[in-house]
Every structure is written in C-alpha cells, then in structure tokens.
C-alpha cells in the first residue's frame, strides 16, 4: 500500500513571496504519478501540477514547480509571486496504474496554505 | 462543458438511515471515482467504476456500494449509516486505459449525520 505524508499542517507567506510545501511518500510500484491538488473553499479539487515518476525532468505550470526525488521520495510544490488567489488546502497525491482502468489516487492530509498582503 | 456535477450539495441524515449521492462525470469520461474526505483530511478512495463494474475498491465496509449506468453517471448508497460517515464525498471523472489522464472533481456532496 501506499502512504502519503505532508508534515505541514499549515503555511502563510506574503503576497508576492515564494512558498514550499513538503511532501513525502513511500510505495514499491517503479511507474507512478504525483499530483499536487488544491482545494479552495469552494471544495472543488482543482489539479495544480503533475509528474511522471519516469521523467527525470521536474514539472512546472506557470508559477507552479516540483522538486520530484525519485529515490528519496520526495515531492515538493514551489509557489512562486505568489497571490492571494492561491490560499487554499493543498494535497499531495499518489497514483499508481491499474491495468486497464484509471488511477486510483491516494492523498495526503494537506497543507493548509495563507497569503497575506 | 459543464465538469462533474454532484448532487445534492448538501444532506442531512439520521443514524441508521440510508443515503444515494449522485454525480455525473465530464463529457467525454468514462470512469467515475468516489472519495471520502473527513473534516481536516485528505480524501480517502472508496471505489471506481467503470464499464458499469466495480473496478477498484479502498478499504470500506459493505456498507458503501455503488452502480454506473450506461451514461457513464454513477450513485454512491450507504446503508445504516454512522455518525462517522459524516464527510464530503467528492466524484472524480477520468478515462479508463489512459493511466495519465487527469481526474476531474466535482465540488461534492456535504453529508452530515445526526
């Protein structure tokens, strides 16, 4: 089975600023995903960026940015500028493939994450 | 395209009785993913379906089904239900033999047991 850890409960940074939210995981599977979701207060959960486990290369998205270590299984997201908009709960996700259907994901406890001004 | 939509919002129950959660998943998907997610936690899997079967299934009791119907729309029962199984119950929509695609989340249900 999978396990997902985010040891941070809760994050504040000022607008503008940048932010790093920690994620660690353990699993024995070679082929997976990672995901970073953000879930506002609207509850939507809302895909922020996603890795291979494959690609050497680290994701981005705009702003958003990981710093995947495949053998310490690690998974951070980096916020850069960030802005108001983005103070919302983030969840660190694990997929693994299961032949012939969609991943099913496994999620960490989240980080809560506040931009002040 | 409207995304995945879930109904009701929101729910009130009493202990001991039975409830269905209804969502419909993105045009174009044919997988649907049921998740409980507790005040202050992440979401936790319950089951998927696909093809109108159970594929997956998380560490639930029996108590938990579920059924997709040929629109690829799915319900999620719980009998007997506990004061526990108050949560936000969050429907994904994916699409099967694309083990990359990106799961879309409706905003869930608010179910409250009393």
């Known amino acids: 089975a999978q396990t997902v850890t985010q040891s941070q409960p809760e994050m504040s940074v000022q607008e503008a600023e940048t932010v790093t939210l920690s994620c660690t995981y353990d699993?024995?599977?070679?082929?997976?995903?990672l995901f970073w979701y953000k879930q506002p207060p609207s509850r939507q959960m809302i895909l922020v960026i996603r890795?291979?486990?494959?690609?050497?290369q680290n994701a981005t998205e705009n702003r958003f940015s990981v710093n995947f270590q495949k053998a310490a299984k690690s998974f951070s997201l980096k916020i850069s500028d960030s802005q108001l908009g983005d103070t919302a709960m983030y969840f660190c996700?694990?997929?693994?493939?299961?032949?012939?259907?969609?991943?099913?994901?496994?999620f960490g406890t989240g980080t809560r994450l506040q931009v002040t001004l | 395209d409207a995304g995945v939509t879930q109904s009701p919002t929101h729910l009130i129950k009493t202990r001991g009785q039975q409830v269905t959660l209804r969502c419909s998943p993105k045009?174009?998907?044919?997988?649907v993913s049921w998740y409980q997610q507790a005040l202050g936690q992440g979401p936790q899997f319950i089951f998927q379906?696909?093809?109108?079967?159970?594929?997956q299934r998380g560490n639930f009791p029996d108590r938990f089904s579920g059924h997709q119907f040929p629109n690829y729309s799915s319900e999620l029962n719980v009998n007997a239900l506990l004061l526990g199984d108050s949560a936000l119950y969050l429907c994904?929509?994916?699409?099967?033999?694309?083990?990359?695609?990106?799961?879309?989340f409706g905003q869930g249900t608010r179910l409250t047991v009393v």
């Open positions: 994904a929509s994916s699409t099967a033999y694309r083990e990359d695609t990106e799961a879309f």
């Open positions: 996700a694990f997929g693994a493939p299961w032949t012939g259907t969609a991943s099913k994901l496994t």
């Open positions: 379906y696909y093809e109108e079967e159970e594929r």
């Open positions: 045009s174009g998907h044919d997988t």
């Open positions: 699993t024995s599977e070679n082929n997976y995903y």
């Open positions: 890795q291979e486990a494959y690609k050497q």
